[in-house]
């Protein structure tokens, strides 16, 4: 059975490795991923990761095609994937002493076509952040291309209080749903 990881995110292949799955191949989608207007984050994390892997699945019929997708969102709010450090900046003042969200969705098309859908819900506890350690978070640029300005699997690990959920979730893939998934559509997981 060949599987496909519908992700351009290396976070995603290395999660993978450690439940021991290694895709066949890797094919990012390329979809639009600007949220409807009024559209809530868990609606729109499980929206973003069906239309990623129908995307892949269309050209690739027959494979067992797997996707996901990470929003962090304040209140009602889908914070951005933050490409500038303006962005980066904004979103930590957001999250600075605060407790946020991270959905983490996750769909898997089996051989036959059929889309399974998984979400999960995190619940993320960070210390109030100074200036100081803004700047120099903002230095390292860990917060490149990640969801909400941060990445747990980095040194912003340092600011979080707490988390209730799962580790793989918030940093891209969730790893107990996902192994759920592959097991359903009949995927060689031990
Ligand atoms: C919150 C958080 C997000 N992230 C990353 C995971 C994802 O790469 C990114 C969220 O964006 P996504 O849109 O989920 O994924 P992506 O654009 O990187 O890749 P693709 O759409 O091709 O699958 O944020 C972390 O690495 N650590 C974290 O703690």
Redesign the pocket.
């Known amino acids: 059975m060949r599987l496909i990881l519908a992700?351009?995110?290396p976070?995603?292949r290395d999660l993978l490795a450690q439940i021991g799955v290694t895709p066949d191949a890797i094919f990012?989608?390329d979809i639009d991923?600007t949220p409807r207007k009024g559209e809530l984050p868990r609606p729109y994390a499980a929206r973003?990761a069906a239309e990623?892997a129908a995307a892949v699945a269309g050209l690739h019929p027959g494979a067992v095609i797997l996707?996901?997708?990470?929003v962090?969102a304040a209140g009602r709010r889908i914070l951005p994937?933050a490409e500038t450090e303006a962005e980066a900046r904004a979103c930590l003042s957001l999250l600075s002493g605060r407790r946020h969200r991270?959905l983490s969705a996750v769909t898997l098309i089996d051989a036959d076509g059929r889309a399974r859908h998984r979400m999960s819900d995190n619940v993320v506890i960070f210390k109030r952040l100074d200036r100081a350690e803004i700047d120099a978070y903002i230095a390292s640029d860990e917060w490149r291309?990640?969801?909400?300005g941060?990445?747990?699997?980095g040194r912003a690990a340092g600011f979080i209080r707490s988390i209730i959920g799962s580790h793989s979730a918030?940093?891209?893939l969730p790893l107990y749903e996902t192994r759920a998934l592959l097991r359903a559509a009949s995927f060689p997981c031990d």
């Open positions: 992700s351009a995110s976070r995603r990012p989608a991923e973003m990623k996707s996901g997708d990470t962090v994937k991270v291309g990640k969801a909400g941060y990445a747990i699997q918030i940093m891209g």
